[in-house]
């Protein structure tokens, strides 16, 4: 081996090393950026000011956001609700019960449909969920309700695929070993596959909400973007996500800065999320 | 009193059965109503004419050719990066203290939501770097954004590599770089190739990330630095702001067969990929 032949490989290698530095470079400069515009309100303003404040009327040097920390967690919740039971049932059938033919035909379409842009469940939120919850249930239509059910339909195939991968990893002596003790299939299902993939369905539950706490172009159109804490399933509601978009585009200054601290409010719920969803799955890892 | 759990088996069997079919029967009618709505108002007119009045007559070439541009460039700046990580964790090092911040890098970009990616290109590309609503702006911006998929997805498909190729390559005397690019990466390009394509998939469906960098302007983007608007982005504004319903739903008609066509081919190369190496 000759040396310049060594020095091309170490060269490789550096610059791939550099590559994969890339990432976490961005991930710094990201939140570099995002705190460096927005923590200096949380400092002028005041940190409960801005996190427990009730008005949110940045012209005027109001920056409460509270009202919109309590909507994205109803929203979020409410999503939850509509969307895990259904995501679990249809996990649970297909790596349970679906036969071949039918898993070949599920499979691939709840991946494709996984693609359908956000902005299109939200466009027919407003044609026909909005009217529906108007004409039968009252108020304006726009909704916790609508937006509930918006954003649960949306985080139906993360739910569900992550959940049938946690399903199909429970090995299949867990099954044959309860079969034949005489258990039924259901009984089989509910007391030993569920339970040992527990940790995998609460991950693939915690991704969801984070899909749905971070969902903002859909959330506008269905949401009404009122400035209250909702008191009921038919109240308007505006999120931290939809909060930023609305106003970013003309936004100057302390009001600029203050879209900033709600964007670093909505980070870190994201990233408490993240962390409780890697602890689940490093905990299963472990097991 | 103890219901006989052979008759709750079969309940749960039918009500899982029902409950699975109503989750895709609810996908699949999304899909469908976009089509039925859209369909009439689709032609090559539609297609390949700018649009007038913005946007309640005419067509949506501009946003169609900004969505391409878009989606195009944002993989020509993430594939090599991500490639690249890609290859240094599987052949380059073993797992240690460093590959596992990198491994944490990458989770963390993945789980940032695109709306704090549109703050950021807009303060950091947009304002700081004085790049202004263009096309540059909103490619990099979703770079960022795709890069964790097409590092996952490279990962996986050159982790599926057998190692006697590696081995049989070595043997011949190859370097560790002449195996990368001889050996690995062309048994692996199926796999790399399907993160390519779904992060189109993200960069034509994303709205938030995009309208904030990007901008939304309706002329045809001709330079780099020129604003633009992408499909998805006029989607959202036709509907938002109520000014076509008609339009709204042709040019939701067309990014959604975009987007079915972009995750068929990418599930056929992860197909070709899983039936080739198991």
Known sequence: MNKKFIDKENIIKFVLALFALSSLLF??????????????????????????????????????????????????????????????????????????????????????????????????????????????????????????????????????????????????AYREGSLAMGATKWQTIYRVVLPAARSGILASFILGMGRAVGETMAVIMVAGNALKIPTSLLDPLRTLTSNIALELAYATGDHRRALFSTGVVLLVIIMSLNLVANFWVKARVSK | MRINPRYIDKIMRGSLTAQALFTVGILVLIVVVIFI?????????????????????????????????????SIAFATPLGVGTAIFLTEYTRESFFTRIIRFGVESLAGIPSIIYGLFGFIFFVIKLKMGWSLLSGTLTVAIMVLPTIIRTSEEAIKAVPNNLKMVSFSLGATKWETVTRVILPSAAPGVLT??????????SETAAVIFTMGSSLRLPTSIMDSGRTMAVHFYILAREGISMEKAYATALVLVCSILVINIVAYYLMNRMIARYS
């Open chain 2, 195 to 204: 993160g390519i394509m779904l992060s189109i998939g993200r960069a034509v």
């Open chain 1, 27 to 172: 991930l710094f400069v990201i939140f570099v950026f995002i705190l460096s515009e927005g923590l200096p309100l949380f400092y002028k303003a005041g940190v409960t000011n801005i996190v427990f404040g009730m008005k949110w009327a940045p012209t005027k040097a109001s920056f409460g956001i509270f009202p919109m920390i309590i909507s994205s967690f109803m929203v979020t919740f409410g999503a939850l609700v509509v969307g895990a039971p259904l995501a679990l049932a249809c996990a649970t059938y297909l790596s349970e019960y679906a036969g071949r033919k039918m898993k070949i035909f599920l499979k691939p379409s709840l991946e494709l449909l996984a693609g359908i842009p956000s902005v299109v469940y939200g466009f027919l939120g407003v044609v026909y969920i909005v009217p529906i919850i108007r004409e039968h249930l009252g108020g304006a239509g726009f909704s916790i309700l609508s937006t509930s059910l918006v954003l649960g339909i949306m985080i139906l195939p993360t739910i569900t695929s992550i959940s049938f991968d946690a399903l199909m990893s429970v090995p299949a």
């Open chain 2, 37 to 73: 709505k859209g369909f009439s108002h689709v032609s090559m007119e539609f297609i390949f004419s700018n649009p007038e009045d913005m946007g309640r007559l005419g067509g949506i070439f501009p946003s169609i050719a900004g969505t391409i541009f878009l989606g195009l460039l």
